[in-house]
């Protein structure tokens, strides 16, 4: 667990610097559209909004999917989203947000232990990230390349993982790009609640039932941050509504509110048909992104 603990958080923060990185490369130099703003341009304008403390008490992309698994959630094929997709994803703003999309499925794919379909993911990401301008921390990592040469190997993965994660760490500490990390954030949110949402519908795990319901406490802060970055641009406000309206309906549900948030053993009660109309609004959500 601590080898496949240190690759995910490893490439976790590869592939936030990549997007990051691009996004502000692309700024300076004009490569993608000086008679247009771009939705992620435009937010950085109001990044000095964002609280910094709600944004670093969010969890990260592995302690959501170690949370789930340790309540029981298995991997189950065709649940992800497909990688041939990615080539839906026109501009920096759905980049980004899907971009959070496949950094979950990679992490549900590393802790399962599905190797292949990881280095799939891995490589989709870097579609994305390359075609937002910029994929420097892949290249000269040479980290596909090395990944594939040790697919095998935990000890070499976990040495080139360690490598990625401090040259990543450079370049995340060279900006401070706040809305990006909140995009991602919430792709990787909605994807790993889509997941677990889905899979319970046929294995009714009260485990992973009460996971979701909690999952109540990280939208609020979601929906704040979401709020407080930009209240202009369509796309930002369009995902902020979206999110509200899940957050809304997820106050419908008595268990949820209920939740004794002091407590971790207390277990959020939710019925069956509840459990369903949850998911049918998480996959409509979701559904609208990925598409």
């Known amino acids: 667990m601590r080898i496949k603990q240190n690759l995910y958080n490893s490439l976790y923060i590869v592939l936030v610097t990549v997007i990051i990185t691009s996004c502000s490369s692309n700024s300076d130099n004009g490569t993608e559209g000086s008679s247009t703003k771009d939705s992620i341009s435009t937010a950085s304008q109001n990044e000095d909004t964002v609280n910094q403390g709600v944004l670093m008490s969010l969890p990260t992309p592995m302690q959501i999917g170690e949370t789930y698994q340790k309540a029981g959630l298995k991997f189950i094929p065709n649940v992800t989203n497909d990688v041939s997709n990615y080539s839906k994803y026109v501009s920096t703003f759905s980049k980004t947000l899907n971009l959070g999309?496949?950094?979950?499925?990679?992490?549900?794919?590393?802790?399962?232990?599905?190797?292949?379909?990881?280095?799939?993911y891995l490589k989709t990401a870097k579609q994305l990230s390359l075609g937002i301008g910029l994929a420097s921390v892949y290249e000269a990592s040479a980290?596909?390349?090395?990944f594939e040469q040790n697919m095998n190997n935990p000890d070499s993965l976990d040495a080139i993982m360690r490598d990625l994660e401090n040259e990543s760490s450079l370049f995340m500490n060279e900006g401070d790009?706040?809305?990006?990390?909140i995009i991602i954030f919430a792709g990787v949110w909605l994807e790993s609640i889509y997941v677990a949402s889905n899979i319970v519908q046929n294995d009714k795990n009260k485990g992973i039932i009460s996971l979701i319901g909690k999952q109540k406490n990280t939208l609020?802060?979601?929906?704040?941050?979401l709020a407080g970055v930009n209240k202009t641009d369509i796309d930002i406000v369009s995902l902020t509504n979206d999110f509200k309206g899940l957050k809304e309906h997820?106050?419908?549900?008595e268990g949820i509110t209920k939740q004794n948030s002091q407590s971790k053993s207390f277990e959020v009660s939710i019925s069956d048909e509840e459990i369903t109309t949850l998911y049918a609004k998480i996959a409509a959500l979701r559904t609208k992104i990925v598409s």
């Open 220 to 225: 609020d802060k979601l929906v704040s941050l």
């Open 143 to 146: 980290t596909l390349s090395r």
């Open 250 to 253: 997820f106050e419908t549900i």
């Open 177 to 181: 790009k706040k809305t990006q990390s």
């Open 101 to 120: 999309i496949y950094i979950a499925d990679l992490a549900y794919c590393i802790l399962n232990d599905q190797t292949q379909a990881a280095l799939k």
